[in-house]
């Protein structure tokens, strides 16, 4: 086996690895996209995670959550009719 032959195995196994890591790559990266929508099905408006998964400049977050804090004082001090 000549040197030219064994580097090009070398080669071919280098890409064989690099292709089998970019699939693994991808794969766990639809993996953690797939939770996050999951988790996300389950996050409320006007909370600290949904303004910070959305985003949300901390001025408006701010705003959100005590909008929030609001509505759910006024629904305890509801009497129950």
Excluded: C, N
Excluded at 38 to 43: A, N, P, Q
Excluded at 70 to 80: A, I, N, T
């Amino acid at each position: 086996m000549s040197l030219k032959e064994k580097l090009e195995k070398k080669k071919q196994k280098m890409r064989d690895q690099m292709q089998r890591g970019r699939e693994r790559t991808e794969q766990m990266r639809a993996e953690k996209l797939r939770k996050k929508k999951e988790r996300m099905k389950y996050i409320e408006p006007g909370t600290i995670r949904y303004g910070l998964i959305h985003r949300q400049s901390p001025l408006d977050l701010m705003k959100d959550v005590k909008e929030r804090r609001e509505q759910k004082r006024e629904e305890k001090d509801k009497p129950d009719t």
